[in-house]
């Protein structure tokens, strides 16, 4: 049976989170449905990021096994004539029978975006977290490469949560200021649950002077999730892009990459 990877966008608002939940609505589950819908029989989708309540993704990468008559490609336009208005897929290309969209990912970049000016947004609400004070961002570039490189990132994790390795390559990690915005984006091999937003919320402390990056390195070296900062807010971070090895990427063997 043919495998197709789909890169897919989403509002994450309505739901909660990329994984199927047995009481709640997931972006899985609706894009399930709607491949079912077109191919008429059951079909499970895997993933490249599960990401959380209320976290949005711009491309989101993941796979299927299905019957489809027609090019790939033309699985778009029929995949978002069933899907919500929320969910949409943006590409879709036939990948070898063994590829798989979380363990063949080779680097993931999440971006998180930060509304800075005094008053909220009514447009913006849902897609960056407001901060109504100046932020220093050379404090906060100053602590995130503290960041950067392997490190074991316990102390920017979800407590409780359970990991066969807390250790993580962080690979690039930005601030950039946009107009109004701050967009901060990370790029590693693998993340723990809620890091970004554990690693924004340690940056934000910086930014606002209640941190400094020396501070912020000691709590890294801590590896206690007790002394990691909160998280930032799930709605301003979005899972930006996934990468892959090319090889698993090329139609017919090769050309270019697709994804």
Wanted: with cysteine; glycine share 8%.
């Amino acid at each position: 049976m043919p495998r197709l990877a789909v890169v897919l966008e989403y509002d994450g608002t309505a739901y909660a989170g990329w994984q199927r939940q047995p009481r709640a609505p997931s972006v899985q589950a609706a894009v399930e449905a709607a491949l079912g819908r077109l191919v008429r029989a059951d079909v499970r989708v895997v993933g490249a990021g599960r990401t959380d309540a209320g976290v949005h993704a711009l491309g989101q990468v993941a796979h299927a096994d299905l019957v489809w008559p027609h090019a790939p490609a033309k699985v778009c336009d029929a995949l978002n004539a069933l899907l919500p208005a929320d969910i949409r897929a943006r590409q879709a290309v036939e990948v070898p029978a063994d590829f798989h969209a979380r363990r063949d990912a080779r680097l993931r970049v999440y971006r998180y975006a930060l509304l800075v000016r005094p008053r909220p947004s009514a447009l913006l609400a849902r897609y960056a977290h407001h901060v109504p004070g100046p932020l220093d961002l050379e404090r906060m570039r100053a602590g995130a490469a503290r960041l950067l490189g392997v490190h074991d990132f316990a102390a920017f994790r979800a407590a409780g949560t359970r990991t066969a390795t807390t250790r993580c390559h962080v690979r690039a990690l930005a601030v950039e200021p946009r107009g109004a915005l701050v967009v901060v984006t990370v790029a590693a091999d693998r993340f723990l649950r809620q890091m970004v937003r554990r690693v924004v919320g340690g940056l934000l402390r910086l930014g606002r002077g209640a941190l400094g990056p020396d501070e912020l390195a000691a709590v890294l070296a801590s590896r206690d999730p007790a002394q990691g900062p909160p998280p930032a807010p799930a709605h301003g971070l979005y899972l930006a892009r996934v990468l892959y090895p090319p090889a698993r990427l090329r139609e017919g063997g090769g050309g270019e990459p697709v994804l």
